[in-house]
């Protein structure tokens, strides 16, 4: 089976300008979580799309917003974006059950300048 | 809450050391337990997970048992090789949560030949 991938695989943004990255997930899986990397704060759980619903959220502010369409695939949009939202942003995917296993995509570097 | 703490690197072996990396958790219930490895440049690789207490996750030689009673999930291996430097996370989901995963801070591994 083909892994989990994500697009781009790196990004460079303005402060203030809006982003959208995307993530399709191994295939037979319904679930789809988001994460933060940075060196500061580690990794961070975003939100989790399951048969299109959102199921979970962090704590992130509502210019983090995400969503999945009938085939799984799942995109996450950052808007007006900050200094502070350059990061790894990791996408997982699982086949749905709460606790399962995640496996991750390669994720995309986001670079806010 | 839930929250994981590992023990803090660099961790500097020669090849062929014994490795142990220390993780303890505090959580609600029973959440599953995992390890995952992430080599430079890219996501996170699944290492190995354990669902319930005395379970014992292993998978590459890496080893780690699911103890309830001292909330740990020590991850070990015999004889590490260069291949293995890398940054190891240990992380847990909470079941009440889907599959939020909430993760330690990373221990980084280095591995001299």
């Known amino acids: 089976k083909a892994g989990v991938t994500q697009t781009p695989r790196y990004l460079i943004k303005t402060r203030g300008q809006q982003v959208t990255l995307s993530c399709s997930p191994i295939?037979?899986?319904?679930?789809v979580s988001w994460y933060q990397q940075t060196p500061g704060q580690g990794l961070q759980f975003l939100f989790e799309?399951?048969?299109?619903?959102?199921?979970n959220k962090g704590n992130f502010p509502g210019r983090f917003s995400g969503r999945q369409f009938s085939n799984s695939r799942s995109e996450m949009n950052v808007s007006t974006l900050e200094l502070g939202d350059s990061a790894l942003y990791l996408c997982?995917?699982?086949?749905?059950?709460?606790?399962?296993?995640?496996?991750f995509g390669p994720g995309t570097r986001l670079t806010v300048t | 809450g839930n929250s994981v703490t590992q023990m803090e690197g660099p961790v500097t072996l020669s090849e062929e050391a014994f490795l142990t990396i220390n993780c303890t958790y505090t959580?609600?219930?029973?959440?599953?337990l995992f390890w995952y490895v992430q080599y430079p440049g890219e996501g996170l690789q699944l290492l190995l997970k354990?669902?319930?207490?005395?379970d014992k996750g292993s998978n590459k030689g890496f080893e780690a048992t699911y103890r309830k009673e001292t909330t740990s999930f020590h991850l070990e291996k015999g004889s590490v090789q260069v291949s293995d430097s890398a940054v190891y996370f240990c992380?847990?989901?909470?079941?009440?949560?889907?599959?939020?995963?909430?993760f330690g801070a990373g221990t980084i591994l280095r591995v001299k030949s």
């Open positions: 354990a669902t319930k207490a005395d």
């Open positions: 295939s037979g899986h319904r679930s």
């Open positions: 959580a609600t219930g029973y959440p599953s």
């Open positions: 992380a847990l989901s909470p079941m009440e949560y889907g599959n939020k995963l909430v």
């Open positions: 799309y399951f048969s299109e619903t959102q199921r």
């Open positions: 997982a995917s699982s086949p749905g059950l709460a606790g399962s296993e995640q496996y």
